[in-house]
């Protein structure tokens, strides 16, 4: 290494790393002298201000003084490192000559190369990897083009040691100092040196095995099999030989390289001489490598299995695969393995070795570099290693610019230039300032035919794990693409494959097999796996086979494979069918009815998609669906289909009992007393005597006090009309708590004036109603701390004895109603109630989409109110109308969002929306109408008033004093893009009708001002 050393002070070398390209900030020497190091001659210049004196000191020596401008040139000889101070001076005229300003630079002109880089190698035990480190100067930036198998890769500022994964390694390196100097380049090769025994192996075979042996690098390979030393007594290895010795046997195999290397490989295993009459052709398959598709007949009444998977002492049990059959061996062009096959009959494990494909020729391309250059033409001298090549100008007296003619693009050349493996015309001058030698040229030959390599790998048919070949595509336009195939197998080597524009290689393994391949090219490599290994069967834990069985099983399933794909199919007895996917283990979906046949069918399939053989298993399930009927006997039946209950509740408490979970009802059935609905039953009705769907509800006479009831779980009712017999005094429908669902309920009210709802929920019960039509009581639903969600669902109170009457009541609880209605008729016809409310909500939440409240009285009637609920009406409808006061919407002090509504009010005073205390309110494109004698207002606020955009207020105008808008003050811009029709006053009465225009200044916004409509408008 040369020495830098160095005397150069702190503040020197603080100087020596500011660049100055004019003068520095408040000095008044212009310069564009700058500190640092330099690879060739430097020349600075210097001035001063008119009147003044310019003194320049290089190294403590005087090189100028005087009143003009200056410059100072700074040389180095070829392979010389010079270091300098110079100082510039601005001095006053003489005679005084003081000294006004000091300027410092520390400037190295170094023009010494720094020496060659030492790259090292070392070969990982296999030959499959080399780790290469690079030695340099301490500062230097080191560089490589690296030839790995044919890949070529290029690195810069190399940190620590390259690995590569490749058989042979060949490049260049060469590195640059901090002047820029760059070392001669340093050619480089390492090629492996490899031995490897693929047959025999360690273990005990019944049959005499043939030596193969895997070497590369080598001169000569010698064998013996007697114990001895082969480089002493070895015979020589031309190809797989049989080895005669029986018994225990010791192979021992060396290998000599041409640099006088040794390696040695040692076996040991115990041989018989069994040879089956009916195994002759694999011995035949053993002797020639098999460069083509070929069938290895397994004999019946063997077993067998493929790779080299770990035996066990007695070797035949871990054997997997059944003989009878032939496995295809499958070779791959260019790419030589070993492959072991292993058969018993139970007599010990015979062992054969299989060469699949012909040995790859060598990768390793030269390249003759042209050498006939004109005298004089400052060519530059070319370094090839491998497919690795690169030019390099040494000193040329000036500026180097360069050119591949196929890019057309110039350049300077500060180091070596990389030589493109298609090779081509390179084009070059020498710029020395004053004057330029050239253009000169000169070509390079590609080293392969049109090669061009891709910067990532070749296409790759499929992803993950595949269970057939794997196909490597090279896309089109590109052409000798090469990349590297491995596989981590005994007698497997990596090689390197080209192909060709639009060419295709497959990657393959035999019947049996399953291991990965490793593609890398371009610096990326990829896992390639390959599976045609089939799993086993798995195991099916069910009822045995044609067992008839009650109570629905739980199947599970056995196998050491990721997932087992497994089928229920099922037959009912009216001919019914189907089928569902079973998870690796879980409970047979219920149909609820019975008997059912099953046949589980289920097989395990490997990650690559590889289905093993299928296991079955046959049976049949009854689960007794408990049966009630109006035609059964009163006493005496079991619950069957054949004999059902006569009694609903007895049919509820034997699914209980029994743990079944749907009672089917053929009505019309009475029920006495509370039914205790348990977790997941499902009572359903709709049913014929002959236990078919006829579409109508089944009617369930409710005695006095009879209920169904709830108290949590999972309950289902369907297709069931509840007829009630006399004064109720509490509800049909009692649920508190669990998660309870309604469909096609239906109920009758014989006995108005219930002093209890029809529904009941508390208890944080979750309640869907669907399709269904509740009638009866006052209220006629009750929601306490729970939630209720109706579909397509009727809802019509009765007033009780009072008069007084709310159909839905709801306290801190969730409720929506979807395409549902709540309506407040009269309990007899010619009566209403004094007092009716749709909807009275406190707390919670409440959301109406797409459903309708309509609400009569005789005295006072409201549509909806809300206290302290969080409100949300969408394209819904609200209708109110009574004889002395009617309000649809009214809102106390919880938040709220109406959009597309409709909202109505009709009596002698009528209010369509009521806002009190609201914290926020908005309410867009709805239409409120109100009709009255006396007080008449489309909305009425008290505290923060609603935001109301694009909605329609209209009155009849029978009320002179009718206000569209009353209470406290809207915000301004709160009140906009609305129409007003039919009021005298917009807003109180400060603003009547005539005011639109200040109105509009006030509550509106300019760009969606409201407007007055006459009711013909409308």
């Given at each position: 290494m040369k020495q830098r050393a160095y005397a150069i002070t702190a503040a020197s070398v603080f100087l020596s790393c500011i660049l100055f390209p004019l003068a520095a900030e408040d000095s008044e020497i212009r310069t564009n002298a700058?500190?640092?190091?330099?690879?060739?001659?430097?020349?600075?210049?210097?001035?001063?201000?008119?009147?003044?004196?310019?003194?320049l000191r290089v190294n403590g020596n005087e090189t100028y003084r005087g009143a003009g401008p200056a410059s100072s040139t700074l040389t180095a000889r070829p392979g010389e490192d010079r270091s300098y101070e110079l100082v510039a001076e601005r001095r006053s005229p003489p005679p005084a000559d003081e000294l006004l300003e000091s300027r410092a630079f520390v400037v190295r002109v170094d023009a010494l190369p720094p020496p060659p880089v030492a790259v090292s190698a070392v070969q990982k035990e296999g030959g499959a990897e080399w780790t290469l480190s690079f030695s340099a100067e301490d500062r230097s930036r080191v560089f490589a083009l690296v030839d790995a198998?044919?890949?070529?890769?290029?690195?810069?500022?190399?940190?620590?040691?390259?690995?590569?994964?490749?058989?042979?390694?060949?490049?260049?390196?060469?590195?640059?100092?901090?002047?820029?100097?760059?070392?001669?380049?340093?050619?480089?090769?390492?090629?492996?040196?490899?031995?490897s025994i693929a047959n025999p192996a360690e273990g005990s075979w019944a049959n005499r095995q043939l030596l193969v042996v895997k070497s590369e690098g080598a001169s000569e390979v010698l064998w013996t099999a007697d114990g001895?030393?082969?480089?002493?007594?070895?015979?020589?290895?031309?190809?797989?030989?049989?080895?005669?010795?029986?018994?225990?046997?010791?192979?021992?195999?060396?290998?000599?390289?041409?640099?006088?290397?040794?390696?040695?490989?040692?076996?040991?295993?115990?041989?018989?001489?069994?040879?089956?009459?009916?195994?002759?052709?694999?011995r035949s398959l053993e002797l020639a490598p098999i460069a083509a598709p070929a069938a290895a007949a397994v004999p019946a009444g063997f077993r067998w299995d493929i790779g080299d998977a770990p035996l066990s002492p007695a070797g035949s049990a871990d054997l997997q695969?059944?003989?009878?059959?032939?496995?295809?061996?499958?070779?791959?062009?260019?790419?030589?393995?070993?492959?072991?096959?292993?058969?018993?009959?139970?007599?010990?494990?015979?062992?054969?070795i299989f060469t699949l494909g012909n040995p790859a020729s060598s990768s390793g391309t030269s390249v003759q570099v042209p050498s006939d250059r004109a005298p004089g033409a400052f060519s530059p001298n070319v370094y090839v290693s491998g497919r690795a090549r690169m030019a390099l100008w040494t000193k040329q007296g000036g500026l180097v610019r360069y050119r591949w003619e196929s890019s057309g693009l110039w350049s300077d050349a500060a180091g070596p230039i990389p030589v493109p493996v298609a090779g081509g015309k390179l084009d070059w001058l020498v710029d020395k300032g004053s004057s330029v030698e050239g253009p000169f040229s000169e070509s390079f030959p590609p080293i392969?035919?049109?090669?061009?390599?891709?910067?990532?790998?070749?296409?790759?048919?499929?992803?993950?794990?595949?269970?057939?070949?794997?196909?490597?595509?090279?896309?089109?336009?590109?052409?000798?693409?090469?990349?590297?195939?491995?596989?981590?197998?005994?007698?497997?080597?990596?090689?390197?494959?080209?192909?060709?524009?639009?060419?295709?290689?497959?990657?393959?393994?035999?019947?049996?097999?399953?291991?990965?391949?490793?593609?890398?090219?371009?610096?990326?490599?990829?896992?390639?796996?390959?599976?045609?290994?089939?799993?086993?069967?798995?195991?099916?834990?069910?009822?045995?086979?044609?067992?008839?069985v009650?109570?629905?099983?739980?199947?599970?399933?056995?196998?050491?494979?990721?997932?087992?794909?497994?089928?229920?199919?099922?037959?009912?007895?009216?001919?019914?069918?189907?089928?569902?996917?079973?998870?690796?283990?879980?409970?047979?979906?219920?149909?609820?009815?019975?008997?059912?046949?099953?046949?589980?069918?289920?097989?395990?399939?490997?990650?690559?998609?590889?289905?093993?053989?299928?296991?079955?298993?046959?049976?049949?399930?009854?689960?007794?669906?408990?049966?009630?009927?109006?035609?059964?006997?009163?006493?005496?039946?079991?619950?069957?289909?054949?004999?059902?209950f006569a009694s609903l509740a007895e049919a509820i408490s034997q699914a209980k009992t029994l743990g079944e979970a749907r009672v089917w009802v053929s009505g019309p059935v009475s029920l006495e007393g509370r039914a205790m609905l348990f977790d997941g039953v499902t009572v359903e009705g709709g049913y014929s005597a002959d236990w078919k769907k006829d579409g109508a509800a089944s009617e369930i006479r409710m005695a006095a006090g009879a209920a169904f009831v709830s108290s949590g779980g999972s309950v289902a009712l369907s297709a069931l009309k509840l007829v009630e017999s006399g004064l109720r005094e509490a509800p049909l429908l009692s649920f508190e708590g669990g998660r309870v669902s309604l469909s096609g309920i239906a109920t009758s009210v014989s006995a108005p004036g219930a002093r209890a709802p029809v529904l009941s929920a508390g208890g944080g019960a979750a309640v869907e109603v669907r399709d269904s039509s509740l009638v009866g009581g006052a209220p006629a639903v009750e929601v306490r701390g729970a939630e209720v969600v109706l579909r397509d669902t009727l809802v019509t109170g009765t007033a009780g004895r009072s008069g007084r009457l709310v159909v839905f009541a709801a306290s801190d609880a969730r409720v929506e109603l979807h395409s549902s209605r709540i309506d407040c008729g009269p309990s007899d016809p010619g009566r209403s109630a004094s007092v009716?409310?749709?909807?009275?909500?406190?707390?919670?939440?409440?959301?109406?989409?797409?459903?309708?409240?309509?609400?009569?009285?005789?005295?006072?009637?409201?549509?909806?109110?809300?206290?302290?609920?969080?409100?949300?009406?969408?394209?819904?409808?609200?209708?109110?109308?009574?004889?002395?006061?009617?309000?649809?919407?009214?809102?106390?002090?919880?938040?709220?969002?109406?959009?597309?509504?409709?909202?109505?009010?009709?009596?002698?005073?009528?209010?369509?929306?009521?806002?009190?205390?609201?914290?926020?309110?908005?309410?867009?494109?709805?239409?409120?109408?109100?009709?009255?004698?006396?007080?008449?207002?489309?909305?009425?606020?008290?505290?923060?008033?609603?935001?109301?955009?694009?909605?329609?207020?209209?009155?009849?105008?029978?009320?002179?004093?009718?206000?569209?808008?009353?209470?406290?003050?809207?915000?301004?811009?709160?009140?906009?893009?609305?129409?007003?029709?039919?009021?005298?006053?917009?807003?109180?009465?400060?603003y009547d009708a005539d005011s639109m225009k200040r109105f509009n200044a006030r509550f509106a916004v300019k760009a969606a001002e409201n407007k007055i409509e006459t009711p013909g408008g409308m």
């Amino acid at each position: 290494m040369k020495q830098r050393a160095y005397a150069i002070t702190a503040a020197s070398v603080f100087l020596s790393c500011i660049l100055f390209p004019l003068a520095a900030e408040d000095s008044e020497i212009r310069t564009n002298a700058q500190g640092g190091i330099f690879s060739s001659d430097t020349r600075f210049w210097f001035s001063v201000p008119d009147g003044q004196r310019l003194r320049l000191r290089v190294n403590g020596n005087e090189t100028y003084r005087g009143a003009g401008p200056a410059s100072s040139t700074l040389t180095a000889r070829p392979g010389e490192d010079r270091s300098y101070e110079l100082v510039a001076e601005r001095r006053s005229p003489p005679p005084a000559d003081e000294l006004l300003e000091s300027r410092a630079f520390v400037v190295r002109v170094d023009a010494l190369p720094p020496p060659p880089v030492a790259v090292s190698a070392v070969q990982k035990e296999g030959g499959a990897e080399w780790t290469l480190s690079f030695s340099a100067e301490d500062r230097s930036r080191v560089f490589a083009l690296v030839d790995a198998d044919s890949f070529l890769s290029s690195h810069e500022d190399i940190p620590a040691p390259l690995v590569f994964s490749a058989r042979k390694v060949e490049g260049l390196a060469w590195c640059v100092d901090g002047a820029g100097n760059v070392s001669a380049p340093t050619v480089f090769s390492f090629k492996p040196f490899a031995l490897s025994i693929a047959n025999p192996a360690e273990g005990s075979w019944a049959n005499r095995q043939l030596l193969v042996v895997k070497s590369e690098g080598a001169s000569e390979v010698l064998w013996t099999a007697d114990g001895g030393d082969p480089l002493a007594s070895g015979i020589p290895y031309s190809g797989p030989a049989l080895i005669g010795a029986t018994g225990p046997v010791t192979v021992k195999v060396a290998a000599k390289s041409p640099d006088g290397r040794v390696e040695r490989r040692t076996v040991s295993y115990v041989c018989g001489s069994a040879e089956p009459p009916a195994a002759a052709s694999l011995r035949s398959l053993e002797l020639a490598p098999i460069a083509a598709p070929a069938a290895a007949a397994v004999p019946a009444g063997f077993r067998w299995d493929i790779g080299d998977a770990p035996l066990s002492p007695a070797g035949s049990a871990d054997l997997q695969f059944e003989g009878g059959a032939s496995i295809e061996l499958r070779p791959m062009a260019s790419f030589q393995r070993s492959v072991p096959l292993y058969l018993s009959e139970g007599k010990g494990v015979l062992r054969y070795i299989f060469t699949l494909g012909n040995p790859a020729s060598s990768s390793g391309t030269s390249v003759q570099v042209p050498s006939d250059r004109a005298p004089g033409a400052f060519s530059p001298n070319v370094y090839v290693s491998g497919r690795a090549r690169m030019a390099l100008w040494t000193k040329q007296g000036g500026l180097v610019r360069y050119r591949w003619e196929s890019s057309g693009l110039w350049s300077d050349a500060a180091g070596p230039i990389p030589v493109p493996v298609a090779g081509g015309k390179l084009d070059w001058l020498v710029d020395k300032g004053s004057s330029v030698e050239g253009p000169f040229s000169e070509s390079f030959p590609p080293i392969a035919p049109e090669a061009a390599y891709p910067s990532a790998l070749p296409e790759v048919s499929s992803d993950g794990v595949s269970s057939g070949p794997v196909v490597l595509s090279v896309p089109a336009g590109l052409s000798g693409v090469r990349f590297s195939l491995s596989a981590d197998i005994p007698g497997a080597e990596a090689r390197t494959i080209e192909l060709a524009n639009g060419g295709s290689y497959v990657a393959d393994v035999c019947d049996g097999e399953q291991f990965s391949w490793s593609v890398s090219g371009g610096g990326s490599s990829l896992p390639l796996p390959v599976d045609r290994r089939p799993p086993p069967a798995p195991s099916i834990e069910a009822p045995d086979e044609g067992a008839w069985v009650r109570v629905l099983p739980f199947v599970r399933f056995a196998s050491g494979e990721r997932r087992i794909e497994a089928v229920a199919k099922w037959r009912t007895e009216d001919g019914r069918s189907g089928s569902y996917r079973l998870e690796d283990s879980g409970q047979l979906r219920s149909m609820k009815q019975g008997p059912v046949e099953y046949l589980i069918e289920a097989r395990a399939v490997d990650e690559a998609g590889n289905a093993g053989v299928l296991a079955s298993r046959r049976f049949v399930v009854d689960e007794s669906t408990v049966y009630v009927s109006a035609s059964a006997p009163s006493s005496g039946g079991d619950g069957s289909r054949a004999l059902p209950f006569a009694s609903l509740a007895e049919a509820i408490s034997q699914a209980k009992t029994l743990g079944e979970a749907r009672v089917w009802v053929s009505g019309p059935v009475s029920l006495e007393g509370r039914a205790m609905l348990f977790d997941g039953v499902t009572v359903e009705g709709g049913y014929s005597a002959d236990w078919k769907k006829d579409g109508a509800a089944s009617e369930i006479r409710m005695a006095a006090g009879a209920a169904f009831v709830s108290s949590g779980g999972s309950v289902a009712l369907s297709a069931l009309k509840l007829v009630e017999s006399g004064l109720r005094e509490a509800p049909l429908l009692s649920f508190e708590g669990g998660r309870v669902s309604l469909s096609g309920i239906a109920t009758s009210v014989s006995a108005p004036g219930a002093r209890a709802p029809v529904l009941s929920a508390g208890g944080g019960a979750a309640v869907e109603v669907r399709d269904s039509s509740l009638v009866g009581g006052a209220p006629a639903v009750e929601v306490r701390g729970a939630e209720v969600v109706l579909r397509d669902t009727l809802v019509t109170g009765t007033a009780g004895r009072s008069g007084r009457l709310v159909v839905f009541a709801a306290s801190d609880a969730r409720v929506e109603l979807h395409s549902s209605r709540i309506d407040c008729g009269p309990s007899d016809p010619g009566r209403s109630a004094s007092v009716a409310v749709g909807i009275d909500s406190a707390g919670g939440s409440l959301r109406l989409e797409r459903s309708a409240v309509f609400v009569l009285a005789d005295g006072m009637s409201s549509g909806l109110v809300s206290r302290g609920t969080e409100l949300r009406i969408s394209d819904s409808q609200v209708s109110s109308k009574s004889e002395r006061y009617a309000s649809a919407v009214s809102i106390e002090a919880g938040r709220a969002s109406l959009s597309g509504g409709r909202f109505s009010a009709a009596s002698a005073d009528a209010v369509a929306l009521i806002v009190n205390d609201s914290p926020s309110a908005e309410v867009k494109a709805s239409s409120f109408t109100v009709s009255g004698t006396g007080v008449v207002r489309a909305v009425q606020v008290r505290g923060p008033f609603p935001d109301l955009e694009a909605c329609r207020f209209a009155a009849d105008g029978k009320a002179a004093g009718a206000e569209a808008l009353a209470g406290d003050a809207p915000l301004p811009g709160s009140v906009r893009g609305s129409v007003f029709s039919g009021f005298p006053y917009l807003f109180n009465r400060s603003y009547d009708a005539d005011s639109m225009k200040r109105f509009n200044a006030r509550f509106a916004v300019k760009a969606a001002e409201n407007k007055i409509e006459t009711p013909g408008g409308m």
